[in-house]
């Protein structure tokens, strides 16, 4: 539980590192995988790499624009459709795809591990494309001053 915990810190330490006036530019496409744990069980969801048309990032660190936005879409699919509520969810996005290919196997590798008593410590569970995908999110319905470039 120790390492959800800081794999968690460390992702919304970078989430709060972005400034709100940073310049955002509208990118083609973006690789995205999802990830939802709870502290009260040891069940664990993943998605598959996806990719999202039309993302919205900031252009000096490439980091994806309303990521909780994102993270809020898989959170509410596991609340609603799966009866799971109080999920705490973080999506992994970037505009290489090898990139976030390497980041979901380096977080299935580490819910994958076995204990030292060789047992299973998580319920891994996979959630497939055709069971939830991740909706493209416009910037301009949630801010009025988008300062974008295509």
């Known amino acids: 539980m120790k ?31 999802g990830f ?15 990719e999202i048309d039309s993302a919205w990032i900031e252009k000096k660190n490439n980091f994806l624009q309303t990521r909780e936005l994102y993270s809020y879409q898989l959170r509410d699919f596991l609340a609603n459709q799966k009866q799971m509520p109080r999920r ?9 795809k090898k990139k976030v290919e390497k980041q979901f196997l380096k977080f299935k590798k580490l819910y994958t591990q076995q204990s030292k008593n060789q047992h299973q410590q998580y319920d891994l569970r996979y959630l497939e ?18 300062n974008a470039e295509q």
């Open 3 to 33: 390492r959800v915990v800081m794999m968690l810190i460390a992702v919304m330490a970078l989430g709060m590192s972005v400034q709100t006036s940073a310049k955002k530019v509208q990118v083609p496409k973006m690789y995205i995988f």
């Open 36 to 50: 939802a744990a709870s502290f009260n069980d040891t069940i664990v969801h993943f998605t598959n790499v996806q």
């Open 88 to 96: 705490t969810c973080v999506v992994y996005a970037n505009k290489n």
């Open 129 to 146: 494309d055709k069971e939830f995908h991740f909706k493209t999110i416009n910037l301009r319905d949630y801010f009025d001053d988008v």
